[in-house]
């Protein structure tokens, strides 16, 4: 074993001197000349310029490399294998950079031989911003507005805008050799050649300025937000927010939001005075440091404990810091709308800390939490960790009950809250040693009430039962081919409703006949339909038969519905009901995108996957799958199905999901394909 060793690293040796060997010959030899040079006598900033060079020399060339510097600032480089004598050219970049001063560049050509000696010409290069007679602003979705100069390098273009706008701005080259410049957003500011949107937004809707600066890239307008004279950073486009010490029973003022008096101020840290001084608000929990997020999606001021300015707070030993409510999607702050199911980073819940061990939250019953079922949990932090599990939490409330083995908070059984009741939830804290040792009892109390917005849906003739102001559910009987009728206070709203078109198609219903629950959701702003089959007699969820018949439920991560904000998770009870569209034939149509700010529709997540299919809603029969050959390329079986090793799916594209069961419960084939 030992020479076979001494013999390996002899090998090693000689590989290594063979690899040197050019370079060790020729060291320090040879004089690579640069002849024929040629290279642009001058250029514009954001220009790809051509250069070209003869490079010669007695032994073996390496490379040529051209550099391109502004001052003693390398900002642009290229390297050119050079194994023969010859003529060389390419392109070099002459990068568009902010507050650069019109000057002269140094353009070095370099050229290197296989003994390491160079040689190199070095170019004065004037440099230039070229005369953009106009900007084009070109929206997110498409539109384009034409941004005529208005004096240097300022460009303007006043239209009819909402209040908020997502744009690039496009330099359209004017010369041969330049190229189009995109002005996009990264990193919170405007930079060249940057994918994301600026988002522009101003006080109002209507016809406003926007300007851009090409030369400071300074951009206008954006909202600017100020809590107590302090000027909010802009998170995203639709979040500002900004840390600071928050005093108990001390008056704040937020500046700067259009018609704020409408917003929604979490009333466990603000109270504030009427609508003529609605942007004083008084702090209400226990003194300490904080973060204010104005969220103009929800029209919202959100309140978050923070441990330092980038940390959120956690819960101490001593009972301090902060407790956070994770949930399901029956509660969310301002309104159930806004629920991310078991999310913790997106959904997680501050409550107010207000008095020392004590904190406290407060719903709205129809608004903030679903009134007839809802299941949440406490934890330390805003992330899966330290919890207030089945011994650490118990409940004196007849209407919020603590499950005895993980602490989940449920309504409890034979109970509702009553519709626009206001809700304070209370956990008081016992301490010990050690963090190990808190534990909590929590306390409710109905304290007020609140007028609830109702609506009348009726589906096919079926008046629905309100579960909140965005959700109404109702059991219906549907036949496949059906004409399907949906209104709201009498006025049709089933055109503008989604539903994959496993279920609706041409306003007929698809799947085959049979009873069904039906949930309408988010009837204020995106409208979507999902359905649940049932057994005949509607008194439970249709599980699948032996046959292959009745109903195939789904769960799991990288699926969603209506779109993957709403990702159907392992959370029993809410599992995805397949549509039988065909006897025995089960079918799921939806597009690819991302995790977070999918659209309406996009129901498989392009990078990632892991579900399974089950026989009934929840855990009990699940299926050993057999994949198709077309679906092999797309997604693999390891238990779950995932997407295959190396995959992705095209983001936009249309995917078919279908799973035969016409051989019977035990058999079934499950193919995945692009449409």
């Known amino acids: 074993m030992k020479k076979i060793f001494l013999l390996f690293a002899v090998l090693l040796t000689i590989v290594g001197c063979k690899t040197n060997e050019t370079s060790f010959k020729y060291q320090g030899e040879g004089n690579p000349q640069l002849t024929e040079c040629s290279v642009p006598s001058s250029a514009n900033f954001g220009d790809s310029i051509s250069f070209g060079v003869n490079v010669s020399d007695i032994i073996p060339l390496s490379t040529l490399k051209a550099e391109l510097y502004y001052g003693d600032v390398l900002v642009s480089s290229e390297t050119i294998r050079t194994k023969e004598n010859g003529n060389y050219s390419s392109k070099l970049e002459v990068p568009y950079l902010k507050n650069i001063p019109e000057a002269s560049a140094k353009l070095i050509l370099t050229a290197t031989n296989v003994g390491l000696v160079t040689s190199s010409e070095e170019f004065s290069l004037p440099l230039t911003y070229c005369n953009y007679p106009f900007l084009t602003l070109v929206g997110e979705s498409g539109d384009e507005y034409r941004m005529d100069k208005v004096s240097g390098s300022l460009y303007e273009v006043t239209n009819n805008f909402p209040q908020k706008i997502k744009a690039h701005i496009v330099a359209k080259s004017q010369t041969a ?35 851009f600066d090409m030369n400071s890239y300074e951009a206008n307008p954006f909202v600017k937000l100020y809590f107590n004279n302090v000027e909010m950073e802009m998170e995203n486009d639709e979040n500002y927010y900004v840390v600071a010490t928050l005093q108990s029973g001390s008056v704040y003022e937020l500046t700067g939001i259009p018609s704020f008096e409408d917003w929604n101020i979490d009333s466990d840290f603000f109270s504030r005075n009427d609508a003529a001084d609605a ?60 629920a991310s199911s078991w999310n913790p980073e997106a959904g997680g819940l501050c409550l107010a800390r ?14 903030s939490i679903n009134a007839k079922s809802f299941d949440f949990k406490f934890f330390h932090q805003k992330s899966w960790g330290g919890e207030f599990n089945g011994s650490k939490i118990t409940s004196t409330s007849d209407l919020f009950e603590a499950n005895a083995e993980s602490g989940n908070i449920n309504l409890a059984d034979g109970k509702e809250l009553e519709m626009g009741g206001v809700y304070q939830i209370t956990l008081e804290l016992t301490t010990g040693s050690t963090i190990d040792d808190i534990t909590a009892v929590l306390s409710a109390v109905k304290v007020g009430d609140v007028p609830v917005p109702v609506a009348e849906i009726n589906f096919c003739g ?5 579960i909140d102001p965005e959700n109404f559910e109702g059991v219906v009987d549907l036949t496949q081919d059906q004409t ?14 989604y539903a994959s078109v496993d279920w609706i198609e041409n306003s007929k219903f698809v799947p085959v006949s049979g009873k069904y629950k039906v949930r309408v959701s988010n009837i204020t702003g995106e409208t979507s339909l999902r359905f649940n089959r049932l057994t005949a007699d509607g008194s439970g969820e249709m599980e699948l038969q032996d046959d292959g018949s009745g109903a195939i439920w789904a769960m799991g991560w990288g699926i969603g519905y209506p779109s993957l904000d709403s990702q159907i998770g392992w959370d029993p009870g809410k599992a995805y009901c397949m549509p039988e569209v065909a006897p025995k034939v089960y079918q799921m149509t939806g597009t690819a995108g991302p995790e977070n700010g999918s659209s309406i529709g996009d129901l498989f997540r392009f990078d990632y996957m892991s579900f399974k299919f089950f026989g009934q809603d929840g855990w009990g029969f699940e299926f050993t799958e057999v994949l198709a050959e077309t679906a092999k390329t797309l997604i693999k ?13 095209e983001q936009g594209a249309t995917y078919v999901l279908t799973i035969d069961c016409s051989a019977g419960k035990n058999s079934p084939i499950i193919n995945f394909e692009k449409r």
Do not use: C
């Open 354 to 367: 207000i008095d020392d061990k004590k904190y406290q939250i407060t719903f709205t019953a129809g608004i």
């Open 279 to 338: 942007q004083k608000l008084t702090f209400l929990p226990m003194s300490g440091l904080y973060k204010v997020t104005a969220n103009f999606k929800h029209s919202y001021l959100k309140i978050e404990a923070m441990s330092s300015q980038t940390e959120l707070a956690v819960l101490n030993a001593d009972g301090s810091g902060a407790v956070w409510l994770i949930g399901g999607d029956s509660q969310a702050k301002p309104n159930i709308k806004n």
């Open 462 to 466: 079926k008046v629905l039962t309100m």
């Open 177 to 211: 050799s330049g190229n189009d410049i995109v002005f996009g957003w990264e990193g919170g500011s405007v930079a060249p050649n940057a994918d994301g949107y600026i988002p522009f937004s101003n006080a109002s809707a209507g016809n406003y300025t926007i300007s």
């Open 484 to 497: 399907l009728t949906l209104t709201k206070d009498g006025t049709s709203i089933l055109s503008g409703a």
């Open 637 to 649: 079986n390891s238990g779950n199905l995932e997407l295959a090793d190396g995959v992705n799916l």
